[in-house]
């Protein structure tokens, strides 16, 4: 079966500091990895994703993510924080064999103070 | 462009009364997914569709019944309400994928209070 840990509720940071969001995955076969961002009272928008290729992948906003197949994760990272990342940060994940499903962790709160 | 459309945003229910859920997609999407999401326990698939006509469980499907009559539309229904239904509901669609990668786009999402 397929599933997501983001071992973290919330993360603090400093504007300015470097930010880190941690997921990992379990799945069959190779993974599809994603990461959304959700605003207050608002949908989740899609930030970046993992298919193949170069484990660095860089999406919106600023942020990029490094894939590491042994360690099974998928950390989402930004050199330099904002206030206005401070947001709510789900990681996900399909499979190559189950590609129907789209499955997401419980979310890691990031609130980035000034 | 309006995306993914849910239907109402907001609705309080009596235990034991039933609704039912709209979603509305107009990029011709062939995947829809209902999420529901509660604090701590993230985002949980309850049922999905990869296409007209067909439907299929997620992790949380008990208590809630769907149906694709249309490619644009997805239903969620809730034939008896229960507390434990209080939640945040999310509609998605996305593409067809033969690989899996393409990414899903939410709806602004639905309120449910059930007491």
């Known amino acids: 079966a397929q599933s997501v840990a983001q071992p973290e509720d919330q993360v603090n940071v400093a504007e300015g500091n470097p930010l880190t969001v941690k997921c990992t995955y379990s799945?069959?076969?190779?993974?599809?990895l994603f990461w959304y961002v959700q605003y207050p009272n608002r949908g989740l928008q899609f930030l970046l994703k993992?298919?193949?290729?170069?484990?660095l992948v860089k999406g919106s906003y600023g942020f990029e993510a490094e894939f590491n197949k042994s360690q099974t994760s998928f950390h989402l990272k930004k050199p330099s924080a904002l206030v206005s990342d401070s947001a709510l940060y789900f990681c996900?994940?399909?499979?190559?064999?189950?590609?129907?499903?789209?499955?997401f962790g419980t979310g890691t709160r990031l609130q980035v103070f000034p | 462009n309006a995306g993914v459309t849910q239907t109402p945003k907001f609705r309080v229910l009596k235990t034991g009364q039933s609704m039912t859920l709209l979603c509305a997609q107009d990029?011709?999407?062939?995947?829809m997914y209902w999420y529901r999401q509660d604090p701590g326990m993230g985002l949980r698939l309850i049922h999905y569709?990869?296409?007209?006509?067909?439907?299929a469980k997620g992790e949380v499907p008990d208590g809630y019944n769907v149906s694709r009559l249309k490619k644009q539309n997805f239903l969620l229904g809730l034939e008896s309400a229960a507390p434990s239904q209080t939640s945040v509901y999310f509609c998605?669609?996305?593409?067809?994928?033969?690989?899996?990668?393409?990414?899903?786009?939410f709806g602004q999402g639905t309120r449910l209070t059930v007491v």
């Open positions: 996900a994940v399909r499979s190559l064999y189950n590609t129907d499903k789209l499955i």
């Open positions: 799945v069959s076969g190779n993974p599809y």
């Open positions: 990029m011709n999407h062939e995947y």
């Open positions: 569709s990869v296409g007209e006509g067909t439907t």
């Open positions: 993992y298919i193949t290729g170069d484990n």
């Open positions: 998605a669609s996305s593409r067809f994928q033969q690989a899996g990668d393409t990414e899903a786009f």
